[in-house]
């Protein structure tokens, strides 16, 4: 029940396309869902956040749609870019507990 | 501002040796830090959380007595691994969070490359 389930593994998408990158949970009293961007030898930076009493939070290219009936939640990058490629990690977080991740999206921008 | 640094961000060691690996928060107090290993290509596994003046509280099957992790102020914490073995190589993440509040964000580290030969 702490699993968070990201979808797809890897993801080639070009130049100015929309990359979406899902995520599902069980856990009902999950309440931050925040997503990381990883470049390979760098810890991971957050990119965008959302709690669960709102559907969509847009921070300029990227946007959080969340589905709290469904459970889900999906990270869309608008006009992406080659320097977009990176690995995108999902989590989420009960209150002060841990962050629970998900197993990662390779994403690769191609000119 | 939030940033967090660690130190080494590489290290090679021969087997048998220790390694300890420092995380600060350079511009916050961290009320807790975490710990994560993350192997090639795999997520990130959360090793053991640790606040300011408590011992750390390790997940299941982190060896306690191989990573001892130590969390003497609000804005250093230490990671070392006793007695390094090859299978020790990987690179380690450091996190910090400042409060306990459900809306506090964790800010990660650079992370440590740690090579055991």
């Known amino acids: 029940q702490q699993q968070v389930k990201q979808s797809p593994q890897s993801l080639i998408v070009q130049k100015g396309g929309i990359p979406i990158i899902n995520c599902a949970y069980e856990?009902?009293?999950?309440?931050?869902f925040p997503w990381y961007q990883q470049f390979p030898g760098k810890g991971p930076a957050l990119l965008i956040a959302i709690r669960p009493d709102v559907s969509e939070k847009k921070e300029g290219r990227f946007t959080i749609s969340f589905n709290k009936s469904a459970k889900q939640f999906s990270l869309h990058i608008m006009d992406s870019q080659p320097g977009d490629s990176a690995t995108y990690f999902c989590a989420a977080r009960q209150g002060a507990q841990k962050l629970v991740f998900g197993q990662g999206t390779r994403l690769t921008i191609n000119p | 501002g939030a940033v967090v640094s660690q130190h080494p961000s590489w290290v090679i060691c021969k087997s048998g040796t220790s390694v300890k690996i420092e995380c600060r928060s350079l511009d916050f107090q961290a009320t807790t830090m975490f710990w994560y290993r993350q192997f090639p290509k795999q997520s990130l596994m959360l090793m053991a959380t640790?606040?300011?003046?408590?011992?750390?509280?390790?997940e299941q099957g982190v060896e306690k007595d191989k990573f001892l992790i130590n969390h003497a102020s609000l804005t250093l914490s230490t990671l070392t691994v006793t007695s390094a073995h090859p299978e020790d190589s990987s690179f380690y993440i450091c996190?910090?969070?400042?409060?306990?509040?459900?809306?506090?964000?964790?800010?990660f580290g650079p992370g440590t490359r740690l090579t055991v030969l």
């Open positions: 996190s910090a969070q400042p409060g306990q509040a459900s809306y506090n964000e964790q800010f």
């Open positions: 856990n009902t009293a999950f309440d931050y």
């Open positions: 640790s606040n300011e003046g408590s011992k750390a509280t390790y």
